[in-house]
């Protein structure tokens, strides 16, 4: 069986998408990734066999470009940002990848479940996928907001209601793309699609690496979704050097707002200041943009770092103030740390209303953010048990699975007899 991966380009989707290879590759599978050239270490290092596209439209240097803009845009800036690149990689993957994966003799694919036109893709080409939730889940129901809302769990009529006009606010920011997958789809005589997220999801099998009680209840959850928990592989991971010597044996505050929307220097500095008076020590990532950035007055108590090995600083954390990417929350749900999130944009918001609902945490909105806010979120949510009792029943429900060997089963039952099938008859023929 050999299998080729599509997925987004960004970190929160590189890693986890590695980390299920990796472990495909453990049980013998074949894993091709189909991805742009400044992905291609990441992916190598892995193990993972690495074939490049979009060399024209996004050539070596393209993440740096794309970092550089979106690191100061937040809300619906960063979402209508959002859809120009992904209408560029989706007229890319439509105009390059069917010879490749042709050429290749893939036999099912596994697909984001953002990565634009990946089932028209899979169905022009006649192989059947797999869909992966990197991120929050996409799929639609009216008890559950959009992942890009902060609104929290309400099983009232009204909320549901509201619910109900969230998503069709989605469907038209998708609206697009929509566009884009339908013309490419009448062109392959495929029917086209009247939804762009929910027409592209797996009738097959659909992984969430989201634990599932960390999910707002669903009522029409599909049977072939399932919540196999945090994709880790310790060859998709990459811990860069840090200063352990520093750590003096106070309580431990790790602060970061990923690699993505993490060029807001307000944001930082309003950390830098609520530390002043907080007795802890506060480890602060600024996930690539250090250069960027010069505080005045930094605290003794603060260490500001381009890039931490972050699972092993979380390993020693008291809290970790986040921008709640989703990669972010379940690395502190595994290891029983409780949250202070400061959602910025894309799904942030929704993994923070579930921090909130799961009482692994306390939420700042952006509007709400100032030094003593923030302060007196960090010093709440220390103080109070609840909240590390909250993360810790996690880190026990995570620490019973294996979800990279789970999800990898999971993979293998649901391809082979349709791959053993489709290869007999392409024998016969």
């Known amino acids: 069986m050999k299998l080729g991966l599509l997925h987004l380009y960004a970190t929160g989707h590189i890693n986890p998408s590695l980390a299920l290879a990796a472990g495909l590759i453990d049980r013998g599978i ?18 993972v066999q690495f074939v490049p596209f979009g060399q024209k439209a996004m050539n070596v240097g393209y993440l740096a470009e794309v970092a550089r803009t979106i690191a100061s845009l937040s809300g619906e800036q960063s979402l209508h940002y ?51 939730a990197n991120a929050l889940l996409i799929n639609e129901e009216d008890g559950v907001p ?7 769990y309400d099983s009232s009529a009204a909320a549901s209601e509201r619910n109900k006009l969230g998503w069709a606010g ?29 027409d592209g999801i797996s009738s097959l099998l659909q992984l969430a690496q989201l634990p599932a009680s960390f999910d707002f209840p669903r009522s029409s959850a599909p049977a072939n979704l399932h919540y196999v928990g945090p994709l880790r592989h310790k060859r998709a991971r990459r811990d860069p050097p ?14 970061s707002l990923g690699t993505l929307q993490n060029g807001l220097p307000w944001i930082y500095s309003t950390i830098v200041e609520a530390a002043k008076h907080l007795d802890a020590q506060i480890v ?30 979380l390993d020693r954390a008291s809290l970790c103030i986040t921008h709640a990417g989703l990669n972010t929350v379940v690395d502190c749900l595994t290891r029983g740390v409780p949250m202070v999130a400061i959602p910025i944009a894309s799904e942030q918001p929704g993994n923070a209303a579930r921090i909130v609902w ?25 103080g109070e048990t609840a909240y590390r009792a909250n993360a810790r029943r996690f880190a026990a429900e995570i620490a019973g699975s294996n979800p990279v060997a789970i999800a990898s089963e999971l993979v293998i039952d649901a391809l082979r007899s349709t791959v053993e099938a489709a290869q007999s008859t392409t024998a016969e023929a």
């Open 30 to 47: 074949e894993v091709i990734d189909f991805n742009i050239l400044d992905n291609a270490g990441a992916i190598e290092n892995a193990g």
């Open 358 to 382: 799961t009482g692994t945490g306390k939420m700042v909105p952006l509007d709400q953010l100032t030094p003593e806010c923030l302060r007196t979120a960090v010093q709440d949510t220390m």
């Open 242 to 255: 840090f200063s352990w010597d520093w750590l003096n044996g106070k309580p431990l505050i790790y602060a």
């Open 284 to 313: 602060l990532s600024l996930g690539g943009t250090k250069g960027n950035f010069t505080f005045e007055d930094l605290p003794t108590n603060v260490l500001v770092v381009d890039y931490a090995p972050q699972e092993a600083v």
């Open 170 to 198: 989605t469907r038209k920011i998708f609206q697009p793309l929509l566009e884009i997958t339908n013309k490419q789809r009448y062109a392959w005589g495929l029917a086209p699609h009247s939804d762009f997220l929910q």
């Open 82 to 132: 959002f859809g120009q690149r992904m209408a560029l990689l989706e007229l890319t993957a439509f105009g390059e990848l069917p010879k490749l994966i042709n050429s290749l003799g893939i036999d099912a694919l596994i697909i984001d479940q953002l990565f634009p036109g990946g089932s028209t893709l899979a169905e022009h080409l006649d192989l059947p996928f797999i869909s992966l």
């Open 146 to 152: 959009p992942p890009t809302l902060p609104w929290p």
